[in-house]
């Protein structure tokens, strides 16, 4: 069936460092892609979405490349901020478009 | 500008209890949803609704039931708490189907079963 894998955690990060996320999905057809960011004591929220292979989306900084030859959605940031600790899914709707299907989320823990 | 609105936000239940999880939305979305989020597990679907008076299973909806008598409300009731039950829910609604429009997540009940 469908399903999302991303990269287990914790993630620590010094404040500027560079930050990778890798997501890899299985899927039929042409899924739509997603990041979702939940902040402490928060529900989700959207960060960036791409609906088509080789769609980049962006938010905030962060950019994630829909490469359907790898079915990877990997998220990076150039420049990470103590602010954005956080858990981060990697998530895909296919196109019957029911629901989500999330991956197991990334814990990313950023100190100064 | 309340969005989706969950209560209670904490809840200690025993076993064999009942209880009904609140979700109101104020945007006029059709479709909501239902997902408990588990540690290690991420977020998994348990009940959904494309428009008042339909719903339907997700991937795990044994022991919850689910009603959309209006747009707006979208409750979750537990019959009968188990300590398998435990867990973080989070109530969601979109204006049209996941697959292309976004998902709008209240901030989540935090329930306990002894």
């Known amino acids: 069936g469908d399903s999302v894998t991303q990269m287990e955690g914790p993630v620590t990060l010094s404040e500027e460092a560079f930050l990778t996320i890798n997501c890899t999905y299985t899927?039929?057809?042409?899924?739509?892609l997603f990041w979702y960011v939940q902040y402490p004591g928060e529900g989700l929220q959207l960060l960036l979405k791409?609906?088509?292979?080789?769609d980049k989306g962006s938010n905030k900084g962060f950019e994630a490349t829909y490469r359907k030859e790898t079915t990877s959605f990997h998220l990076e940031k150039g420049s990470v901020q103590v602010s954005d600790s956080a858990v981060y899914f990697c998530?895909?709707?296919?196109?019957?478009?029911?629901?989500?299907?999330f991956g197991k989320g990334t814990t990313l823990s950023v100190s100064s | 500008n309340a969005g989706v609105t969950q209560t209670p936000k904490f809840q200690v239940l025993k076993t064999g209890q009942s209880m009904t999880l609140q979700c109101a939305q104020d945007?006029?979305?059709?479709?909501m949803s239902w997902y408990r989020q588990d540690p290690g597990m991420g977020l998994r679907l348990i009940h959904y609704?494309?428009?008042?008076?339909?719903?339907d299973q997700g991937e795990v909806p044994n022991g919850y039931n689910v009603s959309r008598s209006t747009t707006e409300d979208f409750p979750l009731r537990l019959l009968s708490a188990a300590p398998s039950q435990t867990s973080v829910y989070f109530c969601?609604?979109?204006?049209?189907?996941?697959?292309?429009?976004?998902?709008?997540f209240g901030n989540g009940t935090r329930l306990t079963v002894t």
């Open positions: 945007m006029n979305h059709e479709y």
């Open positions: 791409a609906t088509k292979a080789d």
């Open positions: 609704s494309v428009g008042a008076g339909i719903t």
């Open positions: 899927a039929t057809g042409y899924p739509s």
């Open positions: 998530a895909l709707s296919t196109e019957a478009g029911t629901a989500l299907i």
């Open positions: 969601a609604s979109s204006w049209g189907t996941s697959y292309n429009s976004p998902l709008h």
